[in-house]
């Protein structure tokens, strides 16, 4: 079992080799694998000197769990432990990162919603830990397969939120997530949501760097508030309670903090879109009047749905968000320039990713936002569907 | 010009009674016709530590909540809010409105030079009076304090007569009242000092009616306005 | 050593205050490691704690620096506390500490306590939880138990006054049967929760139940209970530390309520499992005791 002192300035305590996030994800030569959502996450877990990480059981992120712990049994994950439930495990997760441990963990549905109190918490206490979110429905009733209302819940937590397409891009995410949230100007906590089961537990064709190489430590002592280690002068975490003094002062301080978070979220920008190769990714007809915004799974089947338009003489393209927390406002306006029609299909009953969009783009752009076609509690989205919806959008502006 | 709203704030310490006595001016200005409304703004509920409470009076619906940033009335409880800043406003008489008034009970005068001038040119007046030691002498305990307040507010407004503040005087000690911890063994405690509890309703009807007059006469003496319209009955 | 971390800047010494620069000269550090830190030093150094925003007379407030006077390394020790009328006395406590949510401090603790020893495999670093009755053993309950399940090495100090003090007088589970507060209007209903019972049949090696009338009592239970879990296991102390304001008592009768807790309700309970009672066997041979 590694130490941490086995760490030298050039290798990790697995002896792995200590590469900048560039190189891990630009340069590095990849080779191919064939895995789910879950191993692809050991593997991305595997490569990014990990210090902590703390596990609970729930469809559909038990595998990626229990596969972190194997990468702690062979050496790669300094602390894991089996919590006994999300909101413990969120705050033992706060308590790892607080005592500055690059920590990661994983979660879904219900147990998103069990944790809740811990995510304000987290963005407040300004710390980088990463939650690997499986999309998963919320009960009642229950429903295990990937409806992704829950991000709407998280949306306002002051956490980043980064949203993965496919098994690929959750593993490159996943690593510029840990980067990207323990700037110093930034340092907030990062959600990389993906879809249970779609990708989780999908088998596709991965490209992944060799597994001798990882990502430099976490340095806890470069961040904006210092870690509790009895190693610096003592920061206050949760700090004074003003109410005590005043409720003046405790309101101000935490419109000032919470101001200060949301900033944070926007400063991610430069560095998100260097590593995360843009902010909005855009496929399908360059000069087409029609564009589906999307996040997560609604992009493959948006894609599908574009080349089989394309088929029937429809241009269209697909602007795939990869980033909900900030949102990509600047990339889209420009990508919606001659857009006619905006379609949004989602996984979840409510919509939430079209308000997003309606919201942002308000007085902005001028656009026709369709929010649909929609599916809910996981049922699959397939391209007939977004094919009939485009057309029935294109009947009603002719009709008008 | 009389207004047809006003906003009172009163910062005070923790057991003072500033929540009780916002209670009592809104229950008597309710009595008296107009539109009322009291709130509470503390932190962690504490002796000694800053306490604030409001009271809106209006002869119009009254729809602002929540603290008063721009007070008509300002009454501060206890010098300490004053040369402790144990208050929620810097200075403690931030946001008054023209022609408004504070009344501050102290021993002696707080207010710097430039206190004065800033409220001169609003033409705020102002009263300090050691309501403190008022209270010990007409009621026997500085607990009654808050009634001696009280009833300078009442006697500056001039327009809730002394029957509707007896009317919130009672409402508030015989009724069943809703405290918090604190001001439940503060309530004890005054009951335990008197026999019965309509001599506590009587000591402090007369330790606010001794100060409604003596601030009634003041106001006369400094030619203070009208704030506050009478209520259209 | 982690003492330097409390070094004042010297371009800065002339504008500290008396308590900053008292801190740095003459506080209660484990300076001297032949005898144990404990309250003989209280009166001549600078405590670890800097005024108090408690009530005049709280037991809560002479308890807390009992137990900051005991801490053997204060500087190698994090406080993990929760909401609640200890939390209003964190900010003055010079050490690391940290406030989350409430109920979720034995979480945060042992997430800590894992990293500090990964982090620091060569150093000792100590992790003390300091709640309320509430945190613990209501909204906290499950974190609590399961965090002596894991047997993490961290100690845990319930502040025991029987009620939801900071939010106006509640009834806890640790309320007394019969006794009336706030939504218990008729009584409480059930038994107080013998929490330092639950503590021995979940794990841990070190559980008492004791009032705080005597310091060097308390004292001495802080140390065994932190000597142990950083060798054997997790480590639990209830303190009857009654909340004068709720049960109508004034400024100077809390330690006479602590000492008729002490022939009663509060009779002292103190287990020690067998691998513990070695341990702190061997301390006191090592004069750590």
Redesign the interface.
């Known amino acids: 079992m590694g ?3 086995d760490m030298t300035e050039t290798h990790n305590w697995s002896g792995q080799k200590l590469v900048s996030i560039e190189h891990m994800l630009f340069e590095a030569p990849r080779t191919k694998h064939f895995m789910t959502g879950s191993e692809v996450l050991k593997e991305a877990v595997k490569r990014a000197t990990v ?2 990480s ?1 596990s609970y059981p729930i469809t559909p992120q038990s595998e990626a769990a229990h596969l972190i712990g194997e990468l702690w049994a062979e050496g790669y994950v ?2 894991y ?1 089996r ?3 999300e ?3 969120m ?11 690059r920590t990661v963990t994983t979660t879904s549905g219900p147990g998103t919603l069990r944790a809740m ?2 995510f304000a ?1 987290w963005s407040g ?1 300004r710390a980088p830990m990463q939650l690997c979110l499986m999309a998963r429905g919320i009960n009642s009733p229950l429903t295990i397969q990937p409806d992704n209302l829950e991000v709407q819940y998280l949306l306002e937590t002051g956490c980043m939120i980064w949203y993965a397409e496919n098994v690929q891009e959750l593993f490159d995410m996943s690593l510029a997530a840990f980067t990207v949230a323990e700037q110093p100007d930034v340092h907030v906590p990062i959600i990389t949501a993906v879809d249970g089961f779609f990708v989780s537990h999908t088998r596709e064709a991965v490209e992944l760097p060799a597994d001798d190489i990882a990502l430099k430590p976490y340095n806890p002592y470069a961040a904006p508030l210092p870690p ?7 920061g ?13 002062i ?1 309101y101000a301080t935490h419109a000032s903090w919470q101001w200060e978070i949301r900033s944070a979220v926007e400063r991610s920008k430069p560095y998100a879109r260097k590593l995360l190769n843009g902010l909005v990714h855009v496929t399908g007809n360059e000069d087409a009047e029609i564009a589906f915004v999307t996040c997560g799974t609604a992009s493959n089947q948006a894609k599908e749905g574009q080349r089989e338009l394309e088929k029937l003489g429809i241009k269209s393209k697909v602007l795939k968000l990869r980033t909900i927390r900030p949102f990509p406002e600047e990339e889209l306006i420009k990508e919606l320039e001659g857009v006619k029609h905006v379609i949004v299909p989602e996984f979840n009953v409510v919509g939430w990713l079209a308000n997003e969009v309606k919201a942002k783009l308000y007085g902005k752009v001028d656009v026709n936002i369709h929010a649909g076609p929609r599916v809910a509690g996981g049922m699959s989205l397939p391209a007939e569907a977004i094919i009939q919806e485009v057309q029935e959008v294109l009947n009603a502006a002719k009709g008008a | 010009m009389a207004k047809d709203s006003i906003k009172i704030r009163m910062p005070a310490l923790g057991g003072q009674g500033a929540v009780t006595a916002a209670h009592i001016a809104a229950t008597a200005a309710d009595t008296e016709g107009y539109y009322a409304v009291s709130n509470p703004f503390f932190g962690a509920e504490k002796r000694m530590a800053p306490s604030e409470s409001y009271a809106r009076i209006g002869t119009v619906p009254i729809y602002d909540r929540g603290e008063v940033i721009y007070p008509d009335i300002v009454m501060i409880y206890h010098p300490q809010v004053i040369t402790m800043g144990k208050s929620y406003t810097m200075p403690f008489y931030a946001g008054v409105k023209e022609n408004g008034l504070i009344i501050i009970n102290s021993e002696r005068d707080l207010l710097t030079a430039h206190d004065k001038k800033i409220l001169d040119d609003l033409n705020v007046k102002v009263l300090t009076k050691d309501f403190t030691e008022f209270a010990i002498q007409e009621a026997g305990t500085e607990l009654a304090t808050n009634m001696a307040m009280l009833g300078s507010l009442f006697g500056a407004l001039g327009t809730i007569s002394k029957p509707a503040i007896e009317e919130g005087i009672k409402d508030r000690f015989l009724k069943k009242y809703t405290a918090s911890g604190g001001t439940a063994t503060l309530d004890s405690v005054i009951e335990k000092k008197f026999k019965k509890k309509m001599d506590l309703i009587q000591k402090n009807l007369d330790t606010a009616s001794a100060a409604f007059d003596l601030t009634a006469e003041w106001a006369d003496q400094v030619g203070l306005e009208q704030i506050l319209e009478a209520p259209k009955k | 050593m982690s003492l330097d971390i409390y070094k004042i800047n010297p371009e800065f010494r002339d504008i500290m205050p008396k308590e900053i620069i008292d801190l740095e000269e003459n506080a209660t550090w484990a300076q001297n490691q032949d005898k144990p830190r404990g309250i003989k030093e209280l009166p001549q150094t600078k405590e670890l704690i800097e005024e108090h925003s408690l009530c005049a007379g709280c037991p809560e407030a002479a308890t807390l620096r009992y137990v900051l006077s005991a801490l053997p390394k204060p500087e190698e020790t994090v406080i993990v506390n929760s909401t609640g009328c200890t939390s209003l006395m964190f900010p003055h406590i010079a050490l690391h500490t940290v406030h989350s949510l409430f109920g979720n401090q034995n979480s945060v603790a042992s997430g800590i306590k894992r990293v500090l020893e990964w982090r620091f495999p060569d150093k000792q670093k100590d992790v003390v939880v300091l709640a309320g009755d509430g945190a613990t053993v209501d909204i906290g309950l499950d974190y609590t138990l399961q965090s002596f399940f894991r047997q993490e090495k961290i100690t845990t100090i319930c502040f025991d006054n029987e009620v939801y003090a900071n939010t106006g007088g509640q009834e806890s589970g640790m309320t007394a049967k019969g006794q009336v507060f706030k939504m218990a209007p008729t009584g409480k209903k059930f038994e107080k929760v013998p929490m330092w019972e639950l503590a021995k049949t979940s794990g841990c090696h070190y559980s008492v139940n004791m009032t705080g009338s005597a310091p060097k009592a308390v004292a001495k239970a802080v140390r065994e209970a932190i000597l142990v879990a950083r060798e054997i296991g997790p480590t639990f102390l209830n303190i009857y530390t009654p909340c004068i304001l709720e049960i109508g008592l004034s400024a100077n009768e809390g330690l006479g309520e602590m000492k008729a807790g002490d022939k009663h309700r509060f009779e002292f309970y103190r287990h020690v499992s067998p691998e513990a009672e070695e341990y702190l066997k061997k301390c006191k041979e090592e004069g750590l005791l």
């Open positions: 130490k941490i002192t210090d902590a703390v300094g602390v432990f919590g006994e439930n909101f413990g495990v705050s033992e997760v706060a308590g790892c990162s607080m005592a500055g441990a109190e811990n918490m206490t509790i280690d009895s190693e610096m002068p003592p206050r975490f949760l700090r004074d309670p003003f109410v005590m003094k005043s409720n003046y405790s």
